[in-house]
């Protein structure tokens, strides 16, 4: 492993080429990420990658009863629900969002770069694959360069130091603009700060329920360095939608369903639906989903939300809580104050099976 003062000089070298682009906003209050809005939008300053990703971004993950399975840990879509996938990214496009997120494990590279074609320089590419030099030329071939590219970790062990050693010769080269990783463990965020010269950003899962409120040396620090923030999970991986009592009509989480009356809690869990229910009908032209994503804009730390929308409803709703995401009612609090009591009389059990130790790792 090359040291670190090596690895910073080779990071001023890669740097030198990365070019800013967008608006120039007013600067905001101390500690928040610069913003503008453009017509019913908002954009958010990345670090200091000189991109501005739109606060609302497009997720990676597909509908699960689209994919039909070609090979082990490689999915693809129907031609319906490509179809469908695509129309609902081209109203997001029409809607201002300009980062879209591909997972190549489930065969969107090759229909996001068609999709994106026409109109590549209006939108920004945000990738997690392999990490190999031949993998970065097939994504930079199908869309000309990558903005992001990312790797997920839960350490920063050897592997990791390897995997960024590729990141920053393809940043170094042009092939990328910007690098990160994705992790779930807050002391793994923190050690990457130090530890990975030139990180870029940061995906980090964030929802009012898995807010932590004892960010006190990660966030400081990512300031400190200018590294950006990017939210996944805003909706848990479609979990809090299984909160909501009153969900919409068609809408539906990306695992499996939560029942809320369980077994286990019956002495007292009702009390707490009746509750959360209560308070819903008190906002009765918005949904937990819309509440909980005005929760995560309204984090000013944060650059941009990546939310997976498989209908055009939710991705409406992600769109519509944008109006009025620095106001919070006090029908808003009351929903969400239920809906983690609701949470966690439930236990891990609201939760998808593999994301379920997430309760241990990140309630406050």
């Known amino acids: 492993m090359k040291n670190r003062s090596t690895r910073r000089n080779f990071l001023r070298v890669a740097a030198a080429g990365a070019a800013a682009a967008g608006a120039k906003p007013a600067l905001p209050t101390p500690g928040a990420v610069p913003e503008y809005r453009r017509g019913g939008m908002v954009y958010r300053q990345l670090g200091e990658t000189g991109m501005w990703p739109s606060l609302l971004s497009f997720g990676s993950h597909t509908d ?43 065969g969107q590279w090759e229909p996001a770069a068609a999709l994106v074609k026409s109109r590549r320089d209006k939108v920004l590419i945000s990738l997690a694959h392999e990490i190999s030099a031949v993998e970065i030329d097939r994504a930079c071939r199908l869309f000309g360069h990558v903005d992001l590219y990312r790797f997920h970790t839960a350490e920063i062990d050897q592997a990791a130091l390897e995997n960024w050693d590729i990141l ?25 700060l130090e530890e990975l010269d030139g990180l870029d950003y940061v995906f980090f899962p964030y929802n009012f329920i898995h807010a932590r409120a004892d960010y006190s040396e990660f966030l400081p620090a990512a300031a400190r360095k200018g590294t950006g923030l990017i939210a996944m999970k805003p909706l848990a991986s479609g979990s809090i939608m299984k909160l909501d009592p009153k969900a919409r009509a068609g809408m539906k989480p990306e695992f499996e369903p939560l029942q809320l009356w369980q077994r286990t809690n019956k002495a007292i869990l009702p009390a707490a639906v009746v509750e959360l229910t209560r308070s819903l009908d008190r906002m009765p032209d918005e949904t937990l989903c819309m509440a909980a994503m005005r929760f995560v804009y309204s984090r000013r730390f944060l650059s941009t939300a990546i939310a997976g929308m498989f209908d055009d409803v939710l991705l409406e709703d992600n769109y519509k809580a944008l109006t009025r995401y620095r106001e919070s009612s006090p029908e808003e609090r009351a929903a969400l104050d239920a809906a983690r009591e609701v949470a966690r009389l439930c236990g891990s059990n609201w939760l998808p099976a593999d994301y379920r130790w997430l309760e241990e790792q990140w309630r406050s």
Not at 168 to 190: D, L
């Open 64 to 106: 699960p009863a689209d994919r039909i399975q070609v090979r082990e840990g490689k999915t693809v879509l129907t031609a319906k629900g490509q179809a469908r996938r695509d129309r609902i990214i081209d109203r997001a496009f029409d809607l201002g969002v300009n980062l879209l997120d591909v997972y190549d494990s489930e």
């Open 168 to 192: 920053r010769k393809a940043k170094g080269a042009g092939k990328v603009r910007a690098i990160g990783i994705a992790t779930h463990i807050e002391s793994t965020m923190s050690k990457a």
